[in-house]
């Protein structure tokens, strides 16, 4: 099978209304570039019709290829998992519910041609989400990029296209918390971003990332990217003393003074204080122990339950 130019890695989680839009849409805006492309479709154990669409849509559209997991494993390892199979020299990353059109890929491609730059993403002009979500992912973004030490645009996410040169320094990363708009920062190489306004979801249907999902990957992406959680620890620590030799002068000098003092209470809260704070800092401690040791287990990222690529 000869290596096509061009693959679009899209992971899929119970989309089954979005499937047939996803693939026309996308074989609409890449035959722009070339009729040469793949297009890989990841079912991340979709619960609903999400697979028999997409196995029906590979009758019409014979580059569509669908590769299956043995469960939900999420988005980001889902991501992993296409870009393993991808066979192009150049590779595009693309959300599945069109929030990222695929219209922008032929303008990504033209940033890439010609090497001319080895990695080229998206960057969200403005996004349309409710105000809650894009609050706390703003949040994050400004969290972020003050801790990271990442040059990273502000605003950016999966969807990009990058050439096999930076893919294969992308898939050498082998953490298994991964974070992938931070990872594809951290090879370097010559980046280049497109501007564009992300799409709401064509059917108007809750994402499939759910809050919990997103926390969990804001936590993935401080942890791996910056010392934060242990800078809070140690200044607050830091902090405490300095409250101590304040309040230590305080009570030297009243005794000297002469003066009683009397703080049953004040002694009751701050025993308190410094108890919760501890183990909020051991709970963090925990994590980082918790992550070692994820890592050192070295279980596999995502199973293949079958790939439909012939
Ligand atoms: N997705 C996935 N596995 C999951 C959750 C989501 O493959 O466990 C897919 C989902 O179908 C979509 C993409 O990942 O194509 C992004 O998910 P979503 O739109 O929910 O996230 P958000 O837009 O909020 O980042
Ligand atoms: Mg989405």
Same mark, same amino acid.
Request: hydrophobic residues 45%.
């Given at each position: 099978?000869?290596?096509?130019?061009?693959?679009?890695?899209?992971?899929?989680?119970?989309?089954?209304?979005?499937?047939?839009?996803?693939?026309?849409?996308?074989?609409?805006?890449?035959?722009?570039?070339?009729?040469?492309?793949?297009?890989?479709?990841?079912?991340?154990?979709?619960?609903?019709?999400?697979?028999?669409?997409?196995?029906?849509?590979?009758?019409?559209?014979?580059?569509?290829?669908?590769?299956?997991?043995?469960?939900?494993?999420?988005?980001?390892?889902?991501?992993?998992?296409?870009?393993?199979?991808?066979?192009?020299? !150049?590779?595009?990353?693309?959300?599945?519910?069109?929030?990222?059109?695929?219209?922008?890929?032929?303008?990504?491609?033209?940033?890439?041609?010609?090497?001319?730059?080895?990695?080229? !993403?998206?960057?969200?002009?403005?996004?349309?989400?409710?105000?809650?979500?894009? =609050?706390?992912?703003?949040?994050?973004?400004?969290?972020?990029?003050?801790?990271?030490?990442?040059?990273?645009?502000?605003?950016?996410?999966?969807?990009?296209?990058?050439?096999?040169?930076?893919?294969?320094?992308? =898939?050498?990363?082998?953490?298994?918390?991964?974070?992938?708009?931070?990872?594809?920062?951290?090879?370097?190489?010559?980046?280049?971003?497109?501007?564009?306004?992300?799409?709401?979801?064509?059917?108007?249907?809750?994402?499939?990332?759910?809050?919990?999902?997103?926390?969990?990957?804001?936590?993935?992406?401080?942890?791996?990217?910056?010392?934060?959680?242990?800078?809070?620890?140690?200044?607050?620590?830091?902090?405490?003393?300095?409250?101590?030799?304040?309040?230590?002068?305080?009570?030297?000098?009243?005794?000297?003074?002469?003066?009683?003092?009397?703080?049953?209470?004040? =002694?009751?809260?701050?025993?308190?204080? =410094?108890?919760?704070?501890?183990?909020?800092?051991?709970?963090?401690?925990?994590?980082?122990?918790?992550?070692?040791?994820?890592?050192?287990?070295?279980?596999?990222?995502?199973?293949?339950?079958?790939?439909?690529?012939?």
């Amino acid at each position: 099978m000869a290596t096509p130019l061009l693959s679009v890695v899209i992971p899929v989680y119970n989309e089954e209304d979005l499937i047939d839009t996803l693939v026309t849409r996308c074989s609409a805006a890449l035959s722009a570039i070339s009729a040469d492309f793949e297009i890989i479709c990841v079912d991340d154990g979709s619960r609903d019709q999400t697979l028999a669409r997409l196995l029906a849509a590979r009758t019409t559209e014979p580059r569509l290829k669908v590769l299956v997991l043995s469960r939900n494993f999420g988005h980001q390892a889902a991501y992993t998992a296409g870009l393993h199979a991808a066979q192009g020299e !150049y590779v595009a990353m693309m959300d599945g519910d069109l929030q990222d059109p695929p219209e922008i890929l032929p303008r990504m491609w033209e940033l890439l041609r010609h090497d001319a730059h080895d990695v080229v !993403y998206g960057h969200r002009t403005d996004r349309a989400e409710g105000w809650g979500r894009q =609050l706390l992912i703003k949040g994050f973004h400004a969290l972020f990029q003050n801790f990271s030490k990442l040059q990273e645009a502000d605003n950016v996410g999966n969807f990009s296209m990058m050439n096999r040169r930076a893919l294969t320094a992308f =898939l050498s990363l082998q953490e298994k918390n991964r974070y992938l708009p931070g990872l594809r920062s951290f090879i370097g190489f010559r980046q280049a971003s497109v501007a564009y306004s992300r799409a709401a979801r064509p059917d108007g249907s809750v994402p499939k990332m759910s809050y919990k999902r997103l926390f969990a990957l804001a936590l993935d992406a401080l942890f791996s990217f910056s010392d934060l959680p242990i800078k809070v620890c140690l200044y607050t620590g830091i902090f405490g003393i300095l409250v101590f030799m304040l309040a230590g002068m305080y009570v030297l000098g009243s005794k000297i003074m002469g003066v009683a003092l009397i703080g049953w209470s004040s =002694l009751g809260l701050s025993l308190y204080f =410094l108890g919760s704070i501890q183990l909020v800092f051991l709970g963090i401690m925990g994590e980082y122990v918790f992550r070692i040791y994820r890592e050192n287990q070295n279980r596999p990222l995502y199973f293949v339950q079958h790939y439909y690529n012939e």
